[in-house]
């Protein structure tokens, strides 16, 4: 499916990552942030599955009843690894959130840059 | 400020609409993504790993070191959260103030033995848990804990494997705390072991690694033998449950530290 001579998939991921770019840039609670950073990653993820899709292909995996062309693997294995790192970054910022709230008793980054 | 992130915005999006109309076709056989070294895995891949789930084959035999480092990855989000202060200082709960005042001391007084009977009560915090919740998590948890055991012991032939089995069990750990309250739940890991299974990713990869050394000169290799399948096999199976356990336990204190412990 093509809109304006753009692949539709890619133009979708396009806005989800534009979405996310927008909540981590504007908002101002340090948790919408986080957010807006995963939902970054997850259109990134998105956009690495889908370029290895192929036409009428079926799942990289070798038993009966599954023929070439098969969708490639190598983009699926990396975007694995690219989870379990998103996971990771999600969890120290989740704790250093933590920390910020139990030192400054607020997470807006607008508050937080009036304190000395 | 919004003006800007909004510019900021449009340029991202002028960009990546540069970039993917210069893309190839998707979904094409004959692109590059399916011609390159992705079709010598698809010919050659059972051949050389054994293994019939490609991902897997790519995960932990063509791509052994980047698993090696992403298992080592999460494991020091682990270490770096663990090593901040508690989240909770002086008492003072992550929660707000009204929701803990919420609950009058009157009404677990007075009715306090009905509503243990009909309310699973966290001991430790006091907020009582939903009947249903309760009930479903209970009911459920075989079920999430055999499938969870099946995507990692199929995890080679079928879709699955370690980090997946890792996500389910990490959540039904996670959920299991949140329903039963900690000190049970703090059972189900012992606190003994538990050190040794936080870091039994990367302490599955390190041995297999040099096992595969010691048979085949290469960190990482595999023996590619026929007579060695089996041994080939069990190095395999190593790693994925040390990813699966290590990733679990992991999951699950992580989100235990950010509760405040």
């Not at chain 1, 969708?71 to 999600?90: E, R």
């Not at chain 2, 052994?64 to 494991?75: A, K, N």
Request: proline share 6%; net charge negative.
């Amino acid at each position: 499916m093509e809109l304006f001579g753009f692949d539709l998939d890619y133009v979708a991921f396009m806005i989800l990552f534009c979405i996310g770019l927008h909540m981590l840039v504007v908002k101002s609670n340090l948790l919408k942030k986080l957010l807006g950073l995963n939902v970054m990653e997850t259109a990134v993820f998105a956009f690495i599955i889908t370029s290895g899709m192929v036409d009428s292909g079926d799942p990289p995996i070798l038993v009966a009843g599954t023929n070439p062309p098969f969708a490639n693997p190598i983009p699926q294995a990396m975007v694995l690894t690219g989870i379990v790192v998103a996971v990771s970054v999600t969890a120290v910022a989740l704790a250093l959130i933590v920390q910020i709230h139990a030192h400054y008793g607020t997470i807006e980054v607008s508050e937080l840059k009036e304190r000395p | 400020m919004r003006g800007l992130g909004l510019a900021l915005v449009l340029v991202a999006a002028f960009t990546i609409v540069l970039g993917i109309g210069g893309l190839p076709p998707r979904l094409d056989p004959e692109g590059p993504v399916h011609t390159h070294v992705g079709a010598r895995y698809a010919e050659r891949g059972l051949e050389e790993t054994g293994l019939r789930n490609l991902v897997a084959a790519v995960l932990l035999v063509y791509r052994g070191f980047d698993t090696f480092l992403e298992v080592v990855v999460i494991f020091t989000a682990l270490v770096a959260v663990l090593a901040l202060p508690s989240g909770v200082i002086g008492g003072t709960s992550w929660r707000e103030p009204d929701a803990e005042t919420s609950e009058p001391d009157a009404e677990t007084s007075e009715s306090g033995d009905r509503r243990a009977a009909a309310v699973v009560d966290r001991p430790d915090t006091g907020v009582p848990v939903s009947n249903v919740v309760g009930f479903v998590v209970r009911l459920l948890a075989p079920f999430i804990a055999v499938f969870a055991a099946a995507l990692l012991y199929r995890g080679h032939v079928t879709p699955g494997g370690g980090f997946q089995a890792a996500a389910i069990f990490g959540a039904l750990f996670i959920a299991l705390g949140l329903v039963l309250g900690r000190a049970k739940a703090d059972r189900l890991v012992p606190r003994g072991v538990r050190p040794y299974l936080q870091a039994m990713g990367p302490l599955a990869f390190a041995l297999v690694g040099l096992l595969g050394w010691r048979l085949t000169g290469a960190f990482l290799g595999y023996p590619s033998e026929a007579s060695a399948y089996v041994l080939r096999e069990a190095m395999v199976v190593a790693v994925e449950v040390g990813i699966a356990v290590g990733g679990a336990v992991i999951l699950a204190r992580l989100f235990q530290a950010l509760e405040g412990r």
